[in-house]
């Protein structure tokens, strides 16, 4: 069966928005500590603690958000233990991750610097599991408030004379597990009240995003939707692509065999259902799709390696994650009239991290490579797409083989991102364009893959999985012909 895609270059669906491309980073095993923070009197370079080697990375893949404190860690923080001197900063017992002693020399003040740093948007947790109503709405006086006021002149106290913009702003965190053990109709409520209190100050506009479902939770969106709809700008979303039990055995994160690989990517591609699902119900409530899905947390979760705390849920990143998130990517642009964000859990060592560290070493997984590969998409136009593609069969099983996006940036260049699944199969694909003149077709691109599916980078071999020029492409008359190899993910520059 011959592949054939067809791009109406002429035909813009929606604005693909920067922070599809977000972060997520959770005081949680080695993502906050060692991974971003090592402090000022640390041998590591830093910038004012935070490490140089990370934050340079970071800023090379154009981070357009980041999600702090948590995730189950911001239901048990108090920011107020975060912040001044040192030496004065309350040591807390952090019960989600380990067990270990949390110092919180990594509070507000140090989150925001970062942000600054690298340019991009914070988004804050708040506190709904064991928080108070004034403790959330101190928080947000403290960050931007710009006046007289206990909490500005406390800010100033503690070194900073003006108010942080803050956009994004989250009303707790799983509150129907680690949040609180809720059912919708008592969180309704409480976000309700929560978000009163979350207030705008000055022509800061905060864009208050409610506490959304786990994976398939239905009635959740539905209650949520219902009932407090009309003052939330977004709800949120998790789902973790798990190839094992939860419970039972996630599966390892190197040592995996077909019938993994096949679950994996069946199970990545169900973020497609999902979003599908949750959207309908919010355009019951919501026809003009004011408020945003916000998939906060996804990402391959597996059982940690070997020889490591368990409650930091450190794993290795192979040529199958990478595939996973470019998987998610071309979903993510398809519902992108929804879709206003979401995260990767994590950013540091932690889960489908960007980027490992072990001491003042760091190197970059093959996920990080998509990010930088696919950015190219941020605030772009997707393109209408039309395709007739080939099957990935196993065990009496079938998915799509290949999937595909295309966007037009604000410079009318036109960018195409093809993933191919199968373990085996090249895919040999045909492509036209309408809308632009096949003279003008210059295709320039990058491919990531590798010749074994547990292929992954470390310390001793950094670069097993990198980017390199895509050249089996080639372009006439008719458009272009490209042979995407197996188990890769491409992204083509048209012209």
């Given at each position: 069966?011959?592949?054939?895609?067809?791009?109406?270059a002429?035909?813009?669906?929606?604005r693909?928005?920067k922070?599809i491309?977000?972060?997520?980073?959770?005081?949680?095993?080695?993502?906050?500590?060692?991974?971003?923070w090592?402090?000022?009197?640390?041998?590591?370079?830093?910038?004012?603690?935070i490490?140089?080697?990370?934050?340079?990375?970071l800023?090379?893949?154009?981070?357009?958000?980041?999600?702090?404190?948590?995730?189950?860690?911001?239901?048990?923080?108090?920011?107020?233990?975060?912040?001044?001197?040192?030496e004065?900063?309350?040591?807390?017992?952090?019960?989600?991750?380990?067990?270990?002693i949390?110092?919180n020399h990594?509070?507000?003040?140090?989150?925001?610097?970062?942000?600054?740093?690298?340019?991009?948007?914070?988004?804050i947790?708040?506190?709904v599991?064991?928080?108070?109503?004034?403790?959330?709405?101190?928080?947000v006086?403290?960050?931007?408030?710009?006046?007289?006021?206990?909490?500005?002149?406390w800010r100033?106290?503690?070194?900073?004379?003006?108010?942080?913009?803050?956009?994004?702003?989250?009303?707790?965190?799983e509150?129907?597990?680690c949040?609180?053990?809720?059912?919708?109709?008592?969180?309704?409520d409480?976000?309700?009240?929560?978000?009163?209190?979350?207030?705008?100050?000055?022509?800061n506009?905060?864009?208050?995003?409610?506490g959304?479902?786990?994976?398939?939770?239905?009635?959740?969106?539905?209650?949520?939707m219902?009932?407090?709809?009309?003052?939330?700008d977004?709800?949120?979303?998790?789902?973790?692509?798990?190839?094992?039990?939860?419970?039972?055995?996630?599966?390892?994160?190197?040592?995996?065999?077909?019938?993994?690989?096949?679950?994996?990517?069946?199970?990545?591609?169900?973020?497609?259902?999902?979003?599908?699902?949750?959207?309908?119900?919010m355009?019951?409530?919501?026809?003009?799709?004011?408020?945003?899905?916000?998939?906060?947390?996804?990402?391959?979760?597996?059982?940690?390696?070997?020889?490591?705390?368990?409650?930091?849920?450190?794993?290795?990143?192979?040529?199958?994650?990478?595939?996973?998130?470019?998987?998610?990517?071309n979903?993510?642009?398809k519902?992108a009239?929804?879709?206003?964000?979401?995260n990767?859990?994590?950013?540091v060592?932690?889960?489908?991290?960007?980027?490992?560290?072990?001491g003042?070493?760091?190197?970059l997984?093959?996920?990080?490579?998509?990010?930088?590969?696919?950015?190219?998409?941020?605030?772009?136009?997707?393109l209408?797409?039309?395709?007739?593609?080939?099957?990935?069969?196993?065990?009496?099983?079938?998915?799509?083989?290949?999937?595909?996006?295309?966007?037009?940036?604000?410079?009318?260049?036109?960018?195409l991102?093809?993933?191919?699944?199968?373990?085996?199969?090249?895919?040999?694909?045909?492509?036209e364009?309408?809308?632009?003149?096949?003279?003008?077709?210059?295709?320039?691109?990058?491919?990531?893959?590798?010749?074994?599916?547990?292929?992954?980078n470390?310390?001793?071999?950094?670069?097993?999985v990198?980017?390199?020029?895509?050249?089996?492409?080639?372009?006439?008359?008719?458009?272009?012909?490209?042979?995407?190899?197996?188990?890769?993910?491409?992204?083509?520059c048209?012209?």
């Amino acid at each position: 069966m011959s592949n054939r895609i067809l791009i109406n270059a002429d035909i813009s669906q929606a604005r693909i928005n920067k922070h599809i491309y977000g972060h997520f980073a959770e005081h949680l095993g080695r993502c906050i500590y060692e991974g971003i923070w090592v402090g000022e009197e640390s041998p590591i370079p830093n910038t004012k603690g935070i490490r140089k080697d990370v934050l340079e990375a970071l800023r090379a893949i154009s981070i357009p958000v980041l999600r702090w404190p948590g995730g189950c860690f911001a239901d048990e923080y108090h920011w107020k233990d975060g912040i001044g001197p040192y030496e004065r900063r309350k040591r807390m017992v952090n019960t989600h991750w380990g067990g270990v002693i949390e110092n919180n020399h990594f509070g507000t003040h140090e989150f925001m610097l970062l942000c600054e740093l690298l340019e991009c948007e914070p988004y804050i947790c708040g506190n709904v599991g064991s928080g108070t109503v004034q403790e959330m709405s101190e928080w947000v006086e403290y960050m931007t408030f710009d006046g007289e006021s206990p909490m500005a002149n406390w800010r100033e106290e503690n070194g900073r004379e003006k108010p942080w913009r803050l956009k994004y702003f989250g009303v707790g965190n799983e509150n129907w597990g680690c949040g609180g053990h809720m059912r919708p109709e008592y969180y309704a409520d409480l976000y309700r009240r929560y978000q009163t209190y979350v207030r705008n100050y000055g022509n800061n506009r905060i864009f208050k995003i409610a506490g959304g479902a786990n994976v398939d939770d239905y009635n959740w969106t539905e209650v949520l939707m219902k009932h407090a709809g009309g003052l939330m700008d977004g709800l949120s979303l998790h789902y973790y692509t798990i190839p094992g039990d939860f419970w039972l055995g996630k599966g390892s994160a190197l040592d995996f065999d077909t019938d993994e690989w096949f679950v994996t990517m069946k199970r990545a591609l169900h973020m497609d259902e999902l979003i599908s699902r949750h959207g309908a119900i919010m355009d019951k409530y919501d026809p003009d799709k004011r408020v945003g899905l916000i998939i906060d947390e996804w990402g391959t979760w597996f059982d940690v390696e070997p020889g490591t705390n368990p409650g930091f849920l450190y794993q290795q990143n192979s040529i199958r994650d990478a595939l996973v998130a470019a998987l998610h990517f071309n979903i993510f642009h398809k519902h992108a009239d929804r879709v206003h964000m979401t995260n990767i859990a994590q950013t540091v060592n932690v889960l489908q991290a960007m980027i490992l560290t072990e001491g003042d070493k760091m190197i970059l997984t093959p996920t990080y490579h998509i990010f930088d590969m696919f950015k190219v998409h941020q605030e772009a136009e997707l393109l209408s797409v039309e395709s007739t593609l080939g099957i990935c069969e196993h065990q009496g099983q079938e998915l799509p083989q290949v999937t595909v996006s295309a966007s037009k940036d604000h410079e009318g260049r036109i960018h195409l991102s093809l993933v191919n699944i199968d373990l085996g199969q090249e895919a040999e694909i045909y492509v036209e364009v309408r809308g632009l003149d096949a003279v003008e077709l210059q295709p320039v691109g990058r491919i990531l893959t590798a010749k074994h599916m547990n292929d992954h980078n470390t310390f001793e071999q950094p670069n097993t999985v990198a980017p390199a020029p895509f050249e089996q492409v080639v372009a006439d008359k008719a458009g272009l012909k490209l042979r995407l190899p197996a188990m890769s993910a491409v992204t083509l520059c048209l012209n």
